[in-house]
């Protein structure tokens, strides 16, 4: 697909015309300041797009507890443009924590936690294609993937 970007402490890349992949780089130490700095880059990624995100967390990654608080895919009450997110954990510790966080944080979108990515890319794909399948029949807003009134 082409389109790459990121930071010190993430890169993105596009992988299919409505999936989205977010790699954490190894070592980074993420506090509010940065997962908000990584959703506003997200955010313009997705030029107002709809798309699904398939997130990669390395074990060496550090989070500040304080992150835990805070709704990163929220602004106001109202979700991120996210179709689907798939979190691939890399190790117990961070599938725990990634689990706990949208156990308390609940989104507007369905998310999953995986250990592999062949399994948490499947699940996006059908997540995908049943969005595509109720916008198509006009169940679903495509703007905005809330279900029509």
Do not use: C
């Amino acid at each position: 697909m082409g389109t790459n970007a990121g930071s010190p402490n993430v890169s993105f890349r596009f992988t299919g015309p409505q999936l989205l992949e977010q790699t954490f780089q190894d070592g980074a130490v993420l506090g509010p300041a940065e997962l908000l700095a990584i959703r506003r880059q997200r955010l313009d990624l997705s030029e107002g797009r709809l798309l699904a995100i398939l997130s990669y967390i390395p074990r060496s990654v550090q989070f500040d507890i304080s992150a835990t608080s805070v709704d990163h895919f929220r602004t106001e009450g109202a979700s991120d443009p996210i179709i689907a997110l798939a979190v691939v954990a890399d190790d117990d510790r961070m599938e725990v924590t990634s689990k706990v966080y949208f156990t308390f944080h609940q989104q507007g979108f369905p998310v999953r936690v995986f250990s592999e990515e062949a399994p948490a890319r499947s699940w996006l794909t059908e997540q995908i294609n049943a969005f595509n399948r109720k916008a198509d029949a006009g169940v679903v807003d495509r703007a905005h993937a809330g279900e029509v009134e």
